[in-house]
């Protein structure tokens, strides 16, 4: 992985202070991401994302806001308009280094910040937002003790999470253009919206104001008991994994990157570490998916574990078998659910010596009007799925090392 500071003006000419994270090899994509109210591009949300998709191959550019973090220009004087400026100016910098985001990423008020700009940017075909509100006027009751004093001195100091902002009246006047999610539903991107049901700063009720404005293609993912930083790494870990997962359907990531470099096969599955620990990137033809181990045995919890995978899999093609064959029959099958667990146990021989075998239980659910021959007739073809007899049958794994990555 790469970092590289970067500096690039805004309209005024004033240098603004960047990170690019990239993969160490060619990026799949660029993104750009944009940092919540007050905040820096250095806060961990931001870092982590960031990092974390350099190392499934995104290459994310952060940067901080006029007047904020390593950036020039006064804080006081900028507003909602300007921050869409410099968003503005950060995507001309990577269009003219021939880096041009196709992907807009908003944290928080950087949410909204994105949502407003990306329809004007060509590049951009996906906008992903995190614990955004659907508006820029969402942030005026920050202000609401100090508004009048804001109106009358035409500015007031405010505490921000702690730290004092001068807050000008250009600023409350600004925002109130922003209180229409009439844009959202012009779009025109393909739109993710993360968000979690216990954000105090920004209601879970803003994440559904965007997604019923928004026009399909759009995607909602729940980020059960996150904070509104998401200050845990394993959220923005999370954030990352399904970004990518997300992207795959809207972006071209299949002429770069590991899938590519090995050029699958349909039926092969390529296996790359994605945190160089237990996350991975499980990857086939046409998808991306992400398995990990447990909490407790070291992993972030983050995808599937590999017995999980296993059970699924004969879990899969079960359901999919008894459907196939209820429609062929016509029987009147509503619904199929299948659950499945894994135990050990030890065999002891004769001869003194043991061995361990394992058991694989699966319970079948039957949903409909069906009578007795029916359900028998489903519940017999459950076991003649092709993964089960697989696993029946006798199975040989040859292993080879690979001469080369690429």
């Known amino acids: 992985m790469q970092r590289e500071k970067i500096t690039f003006n805004n309209q005024l000419g004033e240098p603004l202070a960047a990170l690019l994270e990239s993969p160490s090899e060619a990026p799949r994509a660029y993104a750009l991401f944009a940092h919540c109210f007050t905040c820096s591009k250095d806060i961990a949300a931001a870092s982590r994302i960031s990092r974390a998709l350099a190392r499934q191959g995104i290459a994310t550019l952060r940067f901080d806001f006029t007047g904020l973090g390593n950036s020039d220009g006064d804080f006081s004087n900028t507003n909602f308009s300007s921050n869409l400026q410099d968003l503005i100016s950060a995507t001309d910098f990577m269009r003219e280094s021939d880096r041009a985001p196709s992907v807009l990423i908003g944290h928080s008020l950087g949410g909204a910040a994105v949502l407003a700009v990306a329809q004007q940017l060509q590049s951009v075909k996906a906008v992903v937002t995190i614990a955004a509100p659907a508006t820029g006027s969402h942030i005026e009751h920050l202000f609401t003790a100090e508004k009048s004093k804001i109106i009358d001195q035409n500015e007031a100091q405010v505490d921000l999470a702690g730290r004092q902002f001068t ?95 090995h050029q699958l096969e349909h039926g092969e599955v390529l296996v790359t570490e994605a945190d160089h620990k237990f996350m991975c990137n499980v990857m086939t033809t046409d998808h991306a998916l992400i398995g990990d181990e447990p909490l407790k045995v070291g992993g972030q919890n983050l995808g599937p574990s590999p017995p999980e995978y296993l059970l699924g899999s004969l879990g899969l093609c079960t359901t999919m078998t008894v459907r196939m064959v209820a429609e062929r029959e016509n029987i009147p099958l509503e619904d199929v659910q299948v659950k499945l667990s894994e135990s050990n146990e030890v065999i002891k021989h004769a001869d003194g010596s043991k061995s361990k075998r394992t058991q694989l239980h699966r319970e079948v659910f039957l949903v409909g009007p069906l009578d007795e021959d029916q359900q028998q007739r489903l519940m017999t073809i ?25």
Not at 245 to 255: H, K
């Open 167 to 261: 807050i000008k009246k250009q600023f409350l006047d600004d925002i109130e253009h922003y209180n229409s999610t009439d844009h959202i539903a012009k779009l025109g991107k393909a739109l993710l919206v993360f968000h979690s049901p216990v954000d105090p700063q920004v209601s879970i009720n803003e994440a559904a104001k965007i997604y019923q404005a928004a026009k399909h293609p759009k995607s909602f993912i729940t980020l059960d008991q996150a904070d509104h930083l998401l200050s845990k790494n394993s959220d923005a870990e999370y954030v990352a994994s399904m970004m990518v997962s997300w992207l795959g359907r809207y972006l071209d990531l299949s002429s770069q990157g590991p899938a590519a470099a």
């Open 382 to 406: 459950s076991e003649r799925c092709p993964i089960h007899r697989t696993l029946h049958g006798e199975i040989n794994i040859s292993t080879i090392q690979g001469s080369s990555l690429g």
